[in-house]
């Protein structure tokens, strides 16, 4: 590996008969270097497990490195390479340069995942007055076999993360500064540079198209709502299948007057987690060249208990006509994504609706931080996404629709509830799928749940602290596979 001016290099270390194994460039750094890597490995009791990282010091001032980092790549598949990239980006964080080979032996996908994480694992949101000190890496040269399918996979790994950054940016935005405005002005800028078309409600238009669940969610906010519609029309066929992307923007949630305690409503700047997802995927849409036509809509409020906010026991009447009696204020979400499906699949005639939201705790209780719900009664369709959410390393559950649980949803004074009625019936994450299928019509159609795996609570593999981008991958690599 030819390093050039660099402050720290790196080689793959893979696990083999018990033992780690180096690469074949082993050598020639021992002996550039004058160092053992083997030695390095067998005093630190390296295994070669896929984000194992062993640090070995260069001596000597002439040398333009300071350090050789032993990467363990385990065996080499795309989950591991993710999670060897992201170990990487975080060791090599207090240098200005990175020259790596572990990817050189990995095929293509496996590529795409390695640069994934290096990029993923080197992100950082920050509002202080100066950028934090030791965190500089500015330049990572990834050398690997120069063949047409290596510069695809070094490419749209980096579209990728440009996406689950742009939507970790998005979510960690404090909610001073993010209101449903300021959302719909930063879709505005994407689109224009992403050669989408856009077109932003503001409260009087969605007064006027009777869009009543977003309405009355942002009713408590002295910060009115929006609705952002994002269009994405390629060239080519003219009967390619229409994908309508539906994300959920509640850019603060305080549960309104059914107020949250304090440690919930901390993380709450990230509950238009989907919403900012459904805009980065868009903003790359025309550099994956996605060969579909798709709509990005993000419904966006401010849940606030505020003089006029929305009450338990209210009426609202969604976009279409159908009615809903509120008994929990902090049952928003599903209210104006209620709106905005009603609104796909009466105007948009989607041949695909997909909707994600941080809707439910019940998902992250019954899945924990890293596998988002699945809930879609078309079968296709949900293998689709689940192998879209494994090779992108955002993983999904499929989750049963039950039947028997729809009629904890009646209500005696309006065509729903927007929570169960029926106190023998807990699924709270599959009543609220079963809730949102009452607004799609006969579409095919996938609700994802995200509420686990779109905030975290510390860097892990390639994910970072706050928001997480979830869903920026997944719907990427599904939308990129579809013709």
């Known amino acids: 590996m030819t390093t050039?001016?660099?402050?720290?290099?790196?080689?793959?270390?893979?696990?083999?008969?018990?033992?780690?194994?180096?690469?074949?460039?082993?050598?020639?750094?021992?002996?550039?270097?004058?160092?053992?890597?083997?030695?390095?490995?067998?005093?630190?009791?390296?295994?070669?497990?896929?984000?194992?990282?062993?640090?070995?010091?260069?001596?000597?001032?002439?040398?333009?490195?300071?350090?050789?980092?032993?990467?363990?790549?385990?065996?080499?598949?795309p989950l591991a390479m993710r999670r060897a990239g992201a170990a990487l980006a975080r060791a090599a964080a207090k240098d200005e340069r990175l020259a790596t080979d572990t990817a050189q032996s990995s095929d293509a996908e496996g590529l795409r995942a390695h640069v994934e994480g290096l990029l993923l694992g080197a992100y950082r949101?920050?509002?202080?007055?100066?950028?934090?000190?030791?965190?500089?890496?500015?330049?990572?040269?990834?050398?690997?076999a120069s063949t047409r399918a290596n510069e695809a996979a070094v490419e749209a790994a980096v579209r990728t993360a440009e996406a689950t950054s742009l939507a970790r940016d998005l979510a960690n935005t404090p909610s001073n500064e993010k209101d449903p405005a300021w959302l719909a002005n930063r879709a505005r800028g994407l689109a224009?540079?992403?050669?989408?078309?856009?077109?932003?409600?503001?409260?009087?238009?969605?007064?006027?198209?009777?869009?009543?669940?977003?309405?009355?969610?942002?009713?408590?906010?002295?910060r009115p709502p929006?609705?952002?519609?994002?269009?994405?029309?390629?060239?080519?066929?003219?009967?390619?299948?229409?994908?309508?992307?539906?994300?959920?923007?509640?850019?603060?949630d305080s549960g309104g007057l059914s107020l949250k305690p304090r440690e919930?409503?901390?993380?709450?700047?990230?509950?238009?987690?989907?919403?900012?997802?459904?805009?980065?995927?868009?903003?790359?849409?025309?550099?994956?060249?996605?060969?579909?036509?798709?709509?990005?809509?993000?419904?966006?409020?401010?849940?606030?208990?505020?003089?006029?906010?929305?009450?338990?026991?209210?009426?609202?009447?969604?976009?279409?006509?159908?009615?809903?009696?509120?008994?929990n204020t902090d049952a928003e979400g599903r209210l104006v994504l209620a709106d905005a499906l009603a609104y796909a699949d009466e105007r948009l005639a989607p041949d695909i609706l997909v909707d994600l939201a941080t809707l439910t705790g019940a998902a992250s209780v019954g899945l924990g931080r890293r596998h988002g719900a699945l809930y879609s009664a078309d079968d296709d369709l949900a293998d689709e996404l689940l192998a879209a959410g494994e090779s992108?390393?955002?993983?999904?559950?499929?989750?049963?629709?039950?039947?028997?649980?729809?009629?904890?949803l009646d209500s005696s004074v309006a065509d729903l509830a927007n929570i169960s009625r029926d106190p023998g019936v807990q699924g709270g994450s599959i009543v609220a799928a079963l809730f949102l299928r009452e607004f799609v019509g006969a579409r095919r159609w996938a609700h994802l749940d995200i509420a686990g795996p779109a905030r975290a609570e510390r860097d892990e593999h390639e994910v970072s602290k706050g928001g997480t981008g979830f869903g920026a991958r997944l719907l990427l690599r599904w939308l990129e596979g579809l013709r």
């Not at 949101?125 to 690997?144: M, Q, Y």
């Not at 952002?228 to 850019?251: C, D, F, Q």
């Not at 992108?392 to 904890?408: K, Q």
Request: charged share 20%; proline share 6%; glycine share 16%.
């Open 4 to 77: 050039g001016a660099v402050g720290v290099i790196a080689t793959g270390v893979r696990p083999a008969d018990g033992h780690p194994e180096l690469g074949a460039d082993a050598a020639g750094l021992d002996a550039a270097y004058g160092v053992s890597l083997r030695s390095a490995l067998e005093r630190a009791g390296a295994k070669g497990k896929p984000g194992e990282v062993t640090e070995v010091p260069v001596a000597g001032e002439s040398s333009a490195v300071t350090r050789i980092l032993l990467v363990g790549t385990g065996d080499g598949g």
């Open 125 to 144: 949101f920050s509002r202080k007055s100066a950028p934090p000190e030791g965190e500089r890496l500015a330049r990572v040269d990834v050398h690997a």
């Open 192 to 222: 224009r540079r992403a050669g989408l078309d856009v077109h932003v409600r503001d409260e009087r238009a969605l007064a006027a198209e009777g869009w009543g669940g977003v309405l009355g969610v942002g009713a408590g906010s002295s």
């Open 226 to 252: 929006r609705v952002i519609e994002l269009r994405y029309r390629p060239g080519g066929r003219s009967r390619a299948p229409h994908v309508v992307l539906v994300g959920k923007g509640i850019t603060f």
């Open 264 to 327: 919930a409503m901390v993380p709450m700047k990230t509950d238009m987690a989907a919403g900012g997802a459904v805009i980065a995927v868009m903003s790359q849409l025309q550099a994956a060249g996605v060969r579909v036509p798709v709509t990005g809509v993000v419904a966006a409020a401010e849940n606030m208990p505020g003089a006029s906010a929305l009450r338990p026991g209210d009426v609202l009447r969604h976009y279409g006509g159908r009615t809903v009696e509120v008994f």
């Open 392 to 408: 992108s390393g955002e993983r999904l559950w499929r989750m049963p629709l039950v039947e028997d649980y729809r009629a904890a």
